[in-house]
């Protein structure tokens, strides 16, 4: 069985995927690094609320930051979390496939 730690940090984990703001950040940075103004014109979500959502990806280490000279860019941790939203997303656009059969 696996540890009881082991289990809280992946619920943890799988949780920060359950917001609609994260996804769209998430989904942004697939594939290139921005500052927080390019991804809240990307999103068309606040500052304020990619600001927050920033931090909360940041402190389960599922975005890194890169300072360029005085600006701050924000880039997936590592191609992990890009699998892991490629899965989810087949996974959903799988099931309307089998539910047009259904129909």
Same mark, same amino acid.
């Given at each position: 069985?696996?540890k009881?730690?082991?289990?809280?940090?992946l619920?943890?984990?799988?949780?920060?995927?359950s917001?609609?703001t @994260? =996804?769209?950040? =998430?989904?942004? =940075?697939?594939? +290139? $690094?921005?500052?927080?103004?390019?991804?809240?014109?990307?999103?068309?979500?606040?500052?304020? $609320?990619?600001s927050?959502?920033?931090?909360?990806?940041?402190?389960? &280490?599922?975005?890194?930051? *890169?300072?360029?000279?005085?600006?701050?860019?924000?880039?997936?941790?590592?191609? +992990?979390? $890009?699998?892991i939203?490629?899965?989810?997303? &087949?996974?959903?656009?799988e @099931?309307?496939?089998?539910?047009? *059969?259904?129909d």
């Amino acid at each position: 069985m696996i540890k009881e730690d082991i289990l809280f940090d992946l619920a943890t984990f799988y949780k920060v995927f359950s917001d609609e703001t @994260r =996804l769209k950040i =998430l989904f942004v =940075l697939l594939d +290139h $690094a921005y500052c927080v103004g390019e991804i809240v014109e990307k999103t068309q979500v606040s500052q304020s $609320a990619v600001s927050h959502q920033l931090r909360t990806l940041r402190q389960l &280490n599922l975005v890194k930051v *890169k300072k360029e000279g005085k600006e701050v860019y924000y880039q997936l941790s590592d191609h +992990h979390i $890009a699998i892991i939203l490629e899965y989810g997303l &087949n996974h959903i656009n799988e @099931r309307g496939k089998e539910n047009e *059969k259904e129909d």
